[in-house]
């Protein structure tokens, strides 16, 4: 049962980190997204659309595949753990991680090389502190 509550906990956490980052987006871009809008299930949604009306870049072209990928492993996270202490899903917790760390590695690269299209790009960094 345990086990079971901190593999609940780690899904719970990882879609508010993967939805903060869907804020990040949002805000970098000025995106006219209210706060419920800007999950990262949505984003995952208008992803490609949205880099193409604002003609930002996307460096790596598994990006897509990667947002799916992660937004169906969270939408399945674990409800039971099996006899043995496995989650009943298909994926376990030690595929997520890394594939959310290549998430955010692929979106500090998004905001990298489109600086120039962010809302930020004209302000001296001091005026953010």
């Not at 508010?16 to 869907?22: H, S, V």
């Not at 299930?41 to 996307?58: D, K, M, S």
Request: charged content about 20%.
């Amino acid at each position: 049962m345990e086990l079971l509550r901190e593999t609940r906990s780690f899904y719970v956490f990882a879609t508010f980190l993967l939805d903060e980052i869907a804020y990040a987006f949002v805000q970098y871009f000025a995106l006219p997204w209210s706060r419920v809008e800007a999950t990262h299930a949505h984003l995952t949604q208008h992803f490609h659309r949205l880099c193409a009306q604002h003609a930002l870049v996307i460096p790596h072209a598994d990006m897509g595949p990667l947002m799916r990928d992660l937004t169906t492993r969270l939408d399945d996270h674990p409800t039971t753990i099996d006899e043995s202490g496995h989650e009943s899903v298909s994926h376990h917790l030690s595929d997520m991680i890394p594939r959310i760390e290549q998430y955010i590695v692929a979106m500090i690269e998004v905001f990298a090389v489109n600086m120039g299209q962010s809302v930020f790009r004209s302000t001296p960094l001091a005026q953010h502190r």
